[in-house]
């Protein structure tokens, strides 16, 4: 079975504080995904990434960033985190030759920003 | 153009009923539909995904209709179970590219 595996389950930042949100997928993935979840929007895109080193923005990407430097790991970066970026980051991983929207998410990060 | 809209955003039936759940879309370029599912402190989970050559699509419980001249598709969950009971958002994609447009989502709730 595919693992997609996002470390950090729930943080708790404050306003101004550079945030990081790691994922970590098992299967050789090349293609990996940021989504944020909120109530009511569904999931919108945020940044994704075709290759290592490779990212291109979602449909969200103000006020967030992204590393890939390996393969396997695909990291979310809030440079100064505000309240409206409190919400629920899911990660997602496709394989190669596998429909657009088929995706295996991670379980979530959900970020609260006082 | 790029809108996924999904109705209703909350639905509650009784336990062996069917729920039914749709959406439509604009964008006829989309050629991937899936439903994914999601339980409380999960991520989604691929469910089931129809492609637009065909007007239903079956797998076991849960069944994919799909209109194209109308640009809607829907999930119907027969005999609804209480373990149904989860957010279900539809989604589209278009081969080739890297986006998903999802739905706003459905919370069901099944009452036992």
């Known amino acids: 079975d595919v693992k997609v595996t996002q470390s950090s389950r729930y943080l708790v930042k404050r306003t101004g504080e550079k945030v990081f949100l790691e994922c970590v997928q098992d299967m050789d993935h090349e293609n990996m995904f940021w989504y944020r979840q909120d109530p009511g929007l569904g999931l919108r895109l945020i940044y994704f990434s075709y290759d290592v080193k490779m990212k291109e923005k979602g449909d969200i990407p103000e006020g967030y960033s992204v590393s890939r430097e390996k393969k396997e790991r695909f990291s979310l970066i809030l440079e100064s985190a505000s309240t409206n970026q409190t919400s629920m980051y899911l990660c997602a991983s496709r394989a190669p030759g596998l429909a657009a929207g088929e995706l295996f998410f991670g379980e979530g990060s959900r970020l609260t920003v006082l | 153009q790029q809108q996924v809209k999904q109705s209703p955003q909350s639905l509650i039936v009784q336990k062996g009923g069917i729920s039914i759940i749709n959406c439509a879309y604009e964008?006829?370029?989309?050629?991937?539909f899936p439903w994914y599912q999601q339980f409380p402190g999960k991520g989604p989970a691929l469910l089931i995904a129809i492609r637009p050559d065909v007007s239903e699509k079956k797998e076991g419980r849960f069944t994919i209709s799909f209109n194209k001249s109308a640009k809607q598709f829907s999930l119907h969950i027969m005999d609804s179970q209480p373990g149904d009971s989860a957010t279900y958002f539809c989604a589209a994609s278009k081969d080739g590219g890297f986006k998903t447009i999802f739905g706003a989502g459905t919370r069901l709730f099944v009452k036992a």
């Open positions: 964008n006829t370029a989309f050629d991937y």
